[in-house]
């Protein structure tokens, strides 16, 4: 469990608070740029890290990331005119550049240098990789960093938003779980589809945590038989990245976990192969109208009104108690789904207080120390956390793979798990099986 203490210092973000000035030494991604109108098109209202924030793209595509307030009477520049390089306040026409510098204002003499002298609280946003993203800290902002999903080839990758109404650790907790696999996501009887879930009869996954300079990495093993290991092997990357074991063929999932405030989140969905084009199978999943979270709600106004899914707590996420009694566990028909029934119910922020906690939990209780670790580093003697130094860290993978009893699991898949090669360990140890 965590004191009450930690447990608000870990999940609060808004500006002013130490887990909110950790988040803003990191280039956060936004949305995927295809949610953006292109030169002069509409803003974009969008909340991060509790402030709401208007998105916009000037005459030459540049991205601009100002908070909505105008610094003149605090006017929402959301309403704002965007033409020939600039976004203009409706209000009194005073024009900024996506740098935040104010270019043109007409209710002032034209001698007046004011403009000179007021600036729009702008942030800078970058395109990569297909996401626009945003650095919200203070002073020059380090490099983009450098997961290898950015880097790939469009086709190589797929991408999907859904919007959580929780706060950001929930998600990412559930992520680095691995003994509620073959529960809340799997089918009752081992002889159904795979469709209705996964299975296998090893209920007790044995895990190995390690610390990482970018984060922590775990092995979790399962018994296949007497002579070979299962091994699913989940990377946590300071602070939101996840990427939870690969696929046989080598395509690498992850989800992050881009607070919007304390108790809403962007739930990220990022799939990549590195070799070759995504199968066409994970892309559609990805990349339907509605994404992972099955049919949504239509868009509302507001920083918070879009990528909602129709199944929610209010319809208890359409569950069917028939098919929960006869072929699955949840009666809930999607993984995505399943994730965010169980992190929705705990409430906006958990009440980590009341837990208690067993052996299958040790990547859960190290992330957190990981975490807390870091910011106490960066409120005692000013340390950058993990990776914003080093944007070449993010450059990892997950695994899964079967191996020889007693073989140790970060040698046989190091070269894969760090990009050294393409070959994937299930495909390269299938001989033993």
Excluded at 85 to 108: A, F, N, Q
Excluded at 247 to 266: A, C, E, Q, Y
Excluded at 403 to 417: C, M, Q, R, T, V
């Amino acid at each position: 469990m965590l004191s009450a203490q930690s447990n608000e210092t870990i999940t609060r973000v808004g500006p002013g608070t130490p887990m909110g000035d950790l988040m803003r030494r990191y280039w956060l991604p936004v949305m995927p740029e295809t949610e953006l109108d292109g030169p002069d098109g509409e803003p974009m209202r969008f909340r991060l890290l509790g402030e709401d924030l208007v998105f916009w793209r000037d005459t030459s595509g540049k991205v601009g990331a100002f908070k909505e307030t105008c610094p003149h009477r605090g006017a929402s520049l959301f309403f704002g005119r965007n033409a020939e390089g600039g976004l203009r306040c409706i209000y009194h026409g005073w024009k900024y550049d996506v740098t935040g510098r104010c270019l043109e204002m007409p209710s002032e003499p034209d001698a007046s240098n004011f403009k000179d002298k007021v600036r729009a609280w702008a942030y800078p946003a970058k395109i990569n990789g297909g996401v626009i993203w945003c650095y919200m800290g203070k002073g020059e902002p380090p490099e983009l960093p450098m997961f290898e999903w950015t880097l790939v080839p469009e086709e190589q990758r797929a991408l999907a938003v859904v919007q959580r109404n929780c706060n950001w650790l929930q998600g990412l907790e559930g992520d680095i779980d691995t003994s509620h696999l073959f529960f809340l996501h799997g089918r009752l009887h081992r002889d159904d589809p795979p469709s209705l879930g996964v299975w296998h009869s090893d209920l007790h996954p044995h895990l190995e945590v390690v610390k990482t300079d970018y984060g922590v990495v775990y092995g979790a093993n399962r018994e296949e038989d007497e002579r070979t290991t299962y091994w699913r092997i989940t990377q946590f990357m300071m602070p939101i990245f996840v990427f939870f074991p690969a696929r046989s063929d080598g395509t690498v999932p992850g989800h992050i976990w881009v607070p919007m405030d304390d108790t809403h989140t962007l739930a990220w969905t990022v799939g990549w192969h590195p070799t070759k084009p995504m199968a066409e199978s994970e892309r559609d999943v990805l990349q339907t109208a509605d994404g992972p979270g099955g049919p949504s709600l239509p868009d509302e106004e507001g920083p918070l009104g879009k990528w909602r899914p129709r199944a929610r707590y209010a319809n208890n996420y359409e569950i069917d108690r028939k098919l929960q009694q006869e072929k699955t566990y949840t009666g809930i028909p999607t993984i995505f789904l399943q994730d965010q029934m169980v992190t929705e119910s705990m409430g906006g922020i958990q009440d980590r207080t009341i837990e208690h906690l067993g052996t299958s939990d040790g990547m859960v209780i190290q992330v957190r120390k990981r975490i807390l670790g870091a910011l106490q580093e960066m409120l005692d003697n000013g340390t950058n956390p993990p990776c914003v130094e080093h944007p070449e860290w993010y450059k990892v993978r997950s695994a899964v793979g079967t191996l020889p009893k007693g073989e140790s699991w970060l040698e046989a898949f190091h070269d894969w798990l760090y990009a050294e090669t393409d070959e994937p360990p299930v495909l390269k140890l299938a001989v033993m099986q």
